[in-house]
């Protein structure tokens, strides 16, 4: 087998944690993709993966020769379709991530859509709300809802969300509707794990004002804090993609909205040699449709224009 595909079986291996699966997806054996792998340790004279009856895994030596060979094959791939005049049609393997339940709502959709129009594309959608190194683990393409600053990463804004304050008609009914701070600590407080720090929200227009509170119920998972508001439970602090179907079915209700924080942008990142990449193309395009048609932010507001960007490490998971 010859060095490129030697590195791609790597990067196979790697990515699947397993040879019978890389060498499927390869169509080749699972011994010659083991001795293709062997091959090429014994050129670079370095063990690449650590190897078990159980499982593989990457040696730090392989990791750092992950990071430095996947780009390069993924030019030398580009190259190779524009070559044959392929860079119009998609095709081959996609891997993107994004948040667990914004990728359900909203990034589905797109990859659905995509299937449908690109007959020899194949997607592997990831949906995970911890945070995803994009070199080390494979994927092209992820989701991000933070704050951005400059990087080697490329971002292209899809829209935006904010963190809000929501409770049921039927809880404000009976508990009052809070005005400021000092009326939300006398609540009952629905806590998210992720969302939380310390039994404490922050708010960002009110300089450092926070409330610390015992919650009424803490929860490690959003649904369940936004059915407890929507029955009746408290006050819930989601993000507000997350429940705008339910404000405006009269379910929730938005509380003290004049102390939201900024919005926070949602964004698509991707490594700058990918921006060519006829795949990941095709995915930007589908997304920034999809969100115009479909804006998320404000109620009726559309997300700006979307815009090319030096991006950098998220400040925090979303």
């Not at 390069?72 to 998609?90: K, Q, T, W, Y």
């Not at 929200?201 to 959003?222: C, D, E, H, M, Q």
């Not at 999809?290 to 925090?316: L, N, W």
Request: charged share 25%.
């Amino acid at each position: 087998m010859d060095r490129y595909q030697a590195l791609r079986t790597f990067v196979a291996v790697a990515d699947h944690r397993s040879f019978s699966e890389a060498a499927r997806g390869l169509h080749i054996s699972a011994t010659a993709a083991s001795r293709a792998v062997a091959d090429l340790e014994k050129q670079l004279g370095a063990l690449l993966l650590r190897r078990t009856t159980r499982s593989v895994g990457l040696t730090p030596e392989g990791a750092a020769f992950l990071e430095r060979c996947r780009p390069a094959l993924n030019e030398l791939e580009d190259a190779a379709r524009s070559l044959r005049g392929e860079n119009a049609e998609p095709r081959g393997l996609l891997l993107v991530t994004a948040p667990l339940e914004f990728g359900r709502m909203h990034i589905l959709p797109v990859v659905e859509g995509l299937l449908r129009a690109h007959r020899q594309l194949e997607m592997r959608l990831t949906l995970t709300d911890r945070v995803v190194r994009l070199v080390e683990e494979g994927f092209d393409v992820a989701v991000r809802i933070v704050e951005l600053s400059d990087t080697a990463l490329h971002a292209v804004r899809l829209g935006q969300v904010r963190r809000v304050l929501v409770a049921s008609p039927a809880y404000l009914a009976a508990r009052g509707t809070p005005t400021d701070l000092a009326q939300l600590r006398a609540h009952e407080l629905i806590a998210t794990d992720a969302f939380t720090t310390g039994s404490e929200w922050r708010f960002a227009k009110s300089g450092r004002a926070a409330v610390r509170f015992t919650p009424r119920l803490s929860t490690n998972n959003i649904l369940a804090a936004i059915d407890a508001a929507v029955d009746g439970l408290g006050i819930a602090r989601p993000l507000s993609y997350q429940v705008d179907a339910h404000v405006r079915a009269g379910r929730l209700r938005y509380l003290l909205v004049e102390l939201e924080a900024p919005p926070i942008p949602v964004n698509l990142v991707f490594q700058a040699n990918r921006r060519g990449s006829p795949n990941v193309r095709a995915l930007i395009a589908a997304a920034q449709e999809y969100f115009r048609a479909h804006p998320i932010g404000s109620a009726a507001e559309a997300p700006p224009a979307p815009a090319t960007t030096s991006v950098a490490k998220r400040k925090s998971p979303r």
